[in-house]
């Protein structure tokens, strides 16, 4: 058994092409050819799918650019749009209380009018008033007494003990200070009450 020099490169020895095999019949350098001209085609097939996707990227990325630009063109429009909402609700609630300023200032305008006429005059703008609220959605709380007190609508100013001989639960509205207002169901300003003390 002869040593072998680690320098030395181990021989390879290479596979005749079989019967059947196209590059059978080829020389070594046919063969050679042969193989760089798979080569380039495979190389070709890639360039040619790499520049599809390349494409498809471009066309992706044009979508996305487009997509946010309508995005945002439409979250601008829904801002302008409620800008609008808000200003003209806020003109609509103010031309429905010029009315009632100009009843205020027709009474006021009577230099000669009767107790009994303002007074009539006053309750006709007053119900012309709550009218117009009723109208832009804005309504009383006006709780009866014994009604439970509701701390999403009331506000309690003061506690009394409930009447002697009176069957009325703790916590139970006796008076209204000062009527409360809401609009579109939220609260506006709760109402001020006395509520009763615990026995």
């Keep these: 058994m002869s ?20 590059l059978a019949d080829m020389s070594p350098e ?31 990325a044009e979508q996305v650019l487009r997509a946010h630009a309508e995005a945002q063109n ?14 003209f609700a806020v003109e609509s609630f103010a031309e429905s209380l010029l009315a ?4 205020l200032e027709a009474g006021l305008a009577h230099k000669d009018a009767t107790p009994e006429q303002i007074k009539e005059g006053a309750e006709a ?20 007494a014994g009604t439970k007190f509701d701390p999403h609508q009331h506000q309690a100013i003061s506690m009394v003990p409930p009447p002697p001989g009176s069957t009325q639960e703790a916590n139970t ?21 006395t509520v009763t003390a615990p026995k």
């Design 3 to 22: 040593e072998q020099n680690p320098n030395e490169m181990p021989e390879t020895t290479s596979t005749p092409p079989t019967e059947g095999d196209p």
């Design 173 to 193: 509205v006796v008076s209204v200070l000062q009527k409360g207002y809401l609009i579109a169901d939220r609260v506006l300003r709760p109402a001020l009450v």
């Design 30 to 60: 046919e063969r050679e050819a042969a193989q760089a001209a798979d080569d380039a085609d495979a190389l070709a097939a890639a360039q040619a799918q790499l520049a599809t996707l390349q494409a498809k990227n471009a066309d992706l």
């Design 74 to 87: 439409t979250r601008r429009r829904a801002d302008e749009e409620m800008a609008k909402a808000r200003k």
């Design 125 to 144: 703008t007053l119900r012309q008033l709550k009218s117009t609220l009723e109208r832009n959605k804005v309504v009383q709380i006006d709780p009866a």
């Design 100 to 103: 009632v300023a100009d009843s």
